[in-house]
Structure formats: C-alpha cells, structure tokens
C-alpha cells in the first residue's frame, strides 16, 4: 500500500508523456500549415504570372511570333522554381455583333478556338460589356508537392496529401496601344509575318 501511494504522488516522468501525447498533434499542425503554405504561393505565382502576361500584352499594338516567345519564356521564368511545365493561352476576345467571339488566340498547348463564343464569368462582366477587345490570359501549372511525396510516404501517416495538383488563374486586361486607324483600341496577332487580326 505504501509503494502505491508513493508511486501516485510520484511527479517525475510527466513532462516527457505529456511531450509524447503532445507531439503527433504537433506534427501534424506543422506538416498540415507547410503543406498549405505551399500551396497558397504556387498559387499567388500562378495569378502573378496570368496578371503579368495581361498587363505585357495589353501594351504591345501587334503580337508577332518573337513576342509570343518571349512572354511564355517570361511567364515559365516567373514560375520557378516550381516544377512542371506551365501552358500559357494568350487570346483576344471582342464583340462581333451577335455576341463575344474570340479574335484570335495564341498558345504552347491547346488555344481557343478563332471565332468561338466566349463568356465572361460573373466576376468579370464589367469586361462583357464594354466595346473593345479584351485580352485573356490564362496560365495553368502542374505541380507536384515534395512535401506531400515525403509526407505520403511515411507508413504511419494518418492520412495522405495530394500530391498532385494543377493550378490555373485567368486574367483580363483592355489593351492600351492603338492598332490600326480610328479610336478603336485592340492587340493585333501577327504570326509568320502574317497579321491575324
């Protein structure tokens, strides 16, 4: 009886158990906040490089091949160090008459179609309404997370990250150079030497 209650009133050793109740809990708010962390800037990086081709674009009156280049070579730059191989779609829409059509469109893997209708989502119908041609950008990213490989493949993990995610951001700008005469302001796309509209 006398060793029991020596052992109840006996304090040492309740740091180091409150530690090892403590510290999967610990883990996992820090593997959890970094996991997310990373995610929030590959997809401020993704917006800024959408933001950036927009606002490029919109100050050039024609887009020749050489331009196109160098925008997609600006926008893969802006990106690193994240991996994967971001497609980047540059394209002109404006009203035709009977609605919005894509002018033209210039990209690394699958453009829009020329003359195919476009809508504006909710948070840009400001842009649907006015009369002149509206730029889009749109720049997507693969990526694929270290953290959430490691994390992934630890046997005893709880549960498992994605570890696979593509990101995508649109941007919308009014071009700013003049092309061609008259008031009318709009990017034109010059390819092999030949103007596109």
């Not at 917006?47 to 091949?65: E, G, H, P, Q, V």
């Not at 779609?89 to 469109?105: E, F, T």
């Amino acid at each position: 009886m006398r060793y029991l209650r020596q052992f109840s009133s006996d304090e040492r050793g309740v740091g180091t158990v409150e530690f090892a109740l403590m510290l999967p809990v610990l883990v996992l708010v820090f593997v959890g906040s970094n996991f997310l962390a990373e995610t929030v800037i590959v997809q401020n990086k993704v917006a800024r490089a959408a933001n950036a081709l927009a606002r490029l674009a919109s100050m050039d009156a024609t887009i020749d091949d050489d331009r196109w280049n160098s925008y997609r070579a600006m926008t893969a730059t802006m990106l690193e160090p994240m991996d994967g191989t971001p497609t980047v779609v540059l394209s002109s829409v404006g009203n035709a008459g009977d609605g919005l059509q894509v002018r033209w469109s210039a990209s690394n893997g699958a453009a829009l179609v020329r003359g195919a209708p476009f809508a504006f989502p909710a948070g840009a119908a400001a842009y649907a309404s006015s009369d002149k041609n509206v730029l889009v950008a749109k720049v997507t990213l693969p990526h694929s997370s270290l953290l959430a490989r490691i994390w992934n493949a630890l046997p005893w993990a709880p549960f498992t990250f994605t570890q696979d995610q593509t990101y995508s951001d649109v941007a919308y700008a009014l071009p700013l150079k003049k092309s061609g005469a008259g008031t009318d302001l709009w990017t034109r796309r010059s390819t092999g030497g030949a103007t596109v509209f």
